[in-house]
């Protein structure tokens, strides 16, 4: 098979809208998501439960077409794809978790029939198939269940075995929607052990949505999505806020309780190397 050339940025998203729903019923999940992964790069995605994590997920994986803004995904734009060339991109090239596991196998499929499934849009050849289906399922701890029906395992096995089915094809990027939820710390670890490995030998670029801040902490990146914006980011143990192209920026939930509640009148004073933010003072803000 022709080898296709890596993008330098795995996802370029500019704008993205998600807006569910028909007239008069919409549900805005995403307002204008700004975000570049450049190839080989491993980013959490963060923030409470609604603020459009999953959806963002979704839209990547080309499993919804985004209502306004532009999708680059492997050096596609999935704006334009229809249905069959999303379906052949995530054959090819993304490998998703989806939030409930289930979702994600066969379920009439063994444990192993399923890692194979997933490998053949590739054509390794049975045996190469096999090699790589055991050393995924060892990995994981699931050789035992190996021959079991993926409907029959525990939550935490199918969760273990998504991952492993994800990652069968050698994807240039992994999408995974909370892939530890279901899991004690030990096999957390052997999930995030396995998704690193990925990243360091394959340069599999990863996105990754997660509660579990430990989760979080071993991906390079946190991007923390609130109320359907990009709100921080996180880079080396430090956390940034982020302007978005309409100026916007999110401040941290403990000022907006303490110092600056919503409607706070404020002023923006610029120094030497950013900005520093004042409230009006009672005689400035004329409803105080
Ligand atoms: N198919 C849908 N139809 C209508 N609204 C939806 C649909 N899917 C999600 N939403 C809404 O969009 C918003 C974002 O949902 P999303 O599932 O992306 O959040 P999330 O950050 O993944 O949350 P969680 O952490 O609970 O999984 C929520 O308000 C949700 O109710
Ligand atoms: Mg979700």
């Given at each position: 098979?022709?080898?296709?050339?890596?993008?330098?940025?795995?996802?370029?998203?500019?704008?993205?809208?998600?807006?569910?729903?028909?007239?008069?019923?919409?549900?805005?999940?995403?307002?204008?998501?700004?975000?570049?992964?450049?190839?080989?790069?491993?980013?959490?995605?963060?923030?409470?439960?609604?603020?459009?994590?999953?959806?963002?997920?979704?839209?990547?994986?080309?499993?919804?077409?985004?209502?306004?803004?532009?999708?680059?995904?492997?050096?596609?734009?999935?704006?334009?794809?229809?249905?069959?060339?999303?379906?052949?991109?995530?054959?090819?090239?993304?490998?998703?978790?989806?939030?409930?596991?289930?979702?994600?196998?066969?379920?009439?499929?063994?444990?192993?029939?399923?890692?194979?499934?997933?490998?053949?849009?590739?054509?390794?050849?049975?045996?190469?198939?096999?090699?790589?289906?055991?050393?995924?399922?060892?990995?994981?701890?699931?050789?035992?269940?190996?021959?079991?029906?993926?409907?029959?395992?525990?939550?935490?096995?199918?969760?273990?075995?998504?991952?492993?089915?994800?990652?069968?094809?050698?994807?240039?990027?992994?999408?995974?929607?909370?892939?530890?939820?279901?899991?004690?710390?030990?096999?957390?670890?052997?999930?995030?052990?396995?998704?690193?490995?990925?990243?360091?030998?394959?340069?599999?670029?990863?996105?990754?949505?997660?509660?579990?801040?430990?989760?979080?902490?071993?991906?390079?990146?946190?991007?923390?999505?609130?109320?359907?914006?990009?709100?921080?980011?996180?880079?080396?143990?430090?956390e940034?806020?982020?302007?978005?192209?309409?100026?916007?920026?999110?401040l941290p939930s403990e000022v907006l309780e303490t110092t600056l509640p919503?409607?706070?009148?404020?002023?923006?004073?610029?120094?030497?190397?950013?900005?520093?933010?004042?409230?009006?003072?009672?005689?400035?803000?004329?409803?105080?």
């Amino acid at each position: 098979m022709a080898v296709r050339e890596r993008a330098e940025d795995t996802v370029r998203c500019e704008g993205l809208v998600q807006v569910y729903g028909t007239l008069g019923q919409e549900v805005t999940a995403l307002r204008g998501i700004d975000l570049t992964v450049p190839a080989g790069d491993t980013v959490a995605l963060l923030g409470p439960s609604g603020a459009g994590k999953s959806t963002l997920l979704w839209l990547l994986a080309g499993l919804l077409k985004p209502t306004a803004g532009r999708l680059e995904v492997c050096g596609r734009r999935v704006n334009d794809l229809n249905r069959r060339s999303a379906a052949d991109l995530r054959l090819h090239d993304v490998g998703v978790v989806l939030q409930n596991p289930g979702r994600n196998l066969l379920a009439n499929e063994t444990a192993a029939g399923n890692v194979m499934f997933a490998q053949r849009p590739a054509h390794p050849g049975r045996a190469a198939s096999r090699r790589r289906t055991d050393e995924l399922l060892e990995a994981m701890g699931l050789g035992r269940v190996a021959h079991r029906q993926a409907g029959r395992l525990s939550g935490g096995e199918q969760q273990r075995l998504a991952v492993a089915v994800a990652l069968a094809n050698r994807p240039q990027l992994l999408l995974a929607d909370e892939p530890t939820s279901q899991l004690d710390r030990t096999s957390a670890s052997t999930v995030i052990d396995l998704i690193r490995s990925a990243n360091e030998s394959e340069g599999t670029t990863v996105v990754m949505v997660t509660h579990d801040p430990v989760v979080g902490n071993s991906l390079r990146r946190t991007i923390t999505i609130r109320d359907g914006r990009v709100g921080a980011e996180g880079q080396a143990g430090q956390e940034y806020l982020v302007v978005s192209r309409d100026g916007s920026v999110q401040l941290p939930s403990e000022v907006l309780e303490t110092t600056l509640p919503p409607g706070t009148l404020i002023r923006a004073v610029p120094t030497a190397d950013g900005v520093q933010l004042h409230r009006a003072r009672p005689e400035e803000d004329e409803r105080a």
